[in-house]
């Protein structure tokens, strides 16, 4: 007999009904408490809800600590620090507001050498004839040119002062150069130092010459090392009178070295006192 026959008309394709399955039911449970463990984690992790890091934990980690497990200095280390630094003997900030473009300051013991360096920002030549309020002045200041970097880090770093003879002392500029002339003084006096924040730089004067009026800034590519050992070489080794080396030095190649030029009687020649860089520490 014909079942499909009996259907009503239309309903000839409908399937018969099957039960549910209940893995539906499963994987959303399932994924559930995937989520609810994720939230977990999270919490524990990312929150300040759940302590961590015990005592206990701490030592377990502890081996692979390269810094100070205390944590960074506190204010109290820092300041012990800074109070162990000797004072720079120049206040900066004070004598800025003399003149902004003061950047460092010289000290030559026993010649009236203690002064500021400046340096232009706009002309390399403006404190030829002008002091440090920026007026005329026949003495000028010293200073440097744009040539060289201002943390004398540069193989050559030349300092320009007028030899302002029987000037008084707070004006004679680099008149006391003169000094080292004189074979006893050259032998006695060995030392002088530059002052930049934070820094005292200590030179030991290697030797001081009569040179001629070329513009050694300009006459050397001392971006070139074979032109720096050269140059060097030539310090230690001057052909002219009156001379003075000391003896037992010898330039390294990496040296820093400090000219500091000024006029002779005749301006066809420059006096150049020279200093190099033996000792960088650090101030307050």
């Known amino acids: 007999m014909d079942h499909k026959n009996n259907l009503p008309e239309g309903e000839e394709n409908i399937p018969t009904a099957k039960k549910k399955s209940p893995a539906p ?12 463990a994720a939230c977990f984690l999270y919490l524990y992790k990312c929150t300040p809800f759940f302590p961590r890091d015990t005592e206990d934990e701490r030592d377990t980690h502890t ?11 506190t204010d109290s280390q820092t300041s012990d620090t800074e109070t162990s630094l000797p004072e720079n003997p120049v206040n900066f900030a004070k004598v800025q507001e ?40 026949i003495g000028g200041v010293l ?5 060289n970097v201002r943390n004398f880090t540069d193989p050559v770093t030349v300092v ?3 030899n302002m003879t029987g000037y008084p002392a707070e004006k004679s500029m680099f008149a006391t150069l003169h000094n080292f002339e004189d074979p006893e003084f050259f032998k006695e006096n060995d030392k002088f130092y ?28 001392f971006a070139d090392p074979e032109v720096v050992r050269e140059y060097f070489d030539g310090v230690m080794n001057p052909m002219t009178i009156p001379m003075n ?26 006096y150049l006192v020279n200093g190099v860089l033996i000792s960088d520490e650090l101030t307050k």
């Open 98 to 137: 003399t003149n902004d473009e003061i950047y460092a300051w010289i000290y030559i013991p026993n010649t009236n050498v203690d002064y500021p360096i400046l340096q232009s920002k706009v002309d390399d030549l403006f404190y030829l004839r002008v002091g440090l309020d920026k007026n005329y002045d």
């Open 194 to 221: 530059i002052y930049i924040p934070g820094h005292i730089l200590t030179y030991e004067i290697v030797s001081a010459y009569k040179y001629d009026n070329r513009h050694i800034m300009n006459s050397f590519n």
């Open 160 to 162: 320009y002062g007028h």
């Open 143 to 147: 200073f440097t040119q744009s040539c």
């Open 25 to 36: 039911f499963i994987v959303s449970v399932i994924v559930f408490l995937i989520l609810l």
């Open 245 to 270: 080396v000391r003896e037992g030095v010898e330039l390294k190649d990496d040296d820093r070295l400090v000219v500091l030029s000024t006029c002779m009687s005749d301006n066809n020649f420059r």
């Open 63 to 73: 081996e692979f600590v390269t810094e100070d497990p205390t944590g960074p200095a």
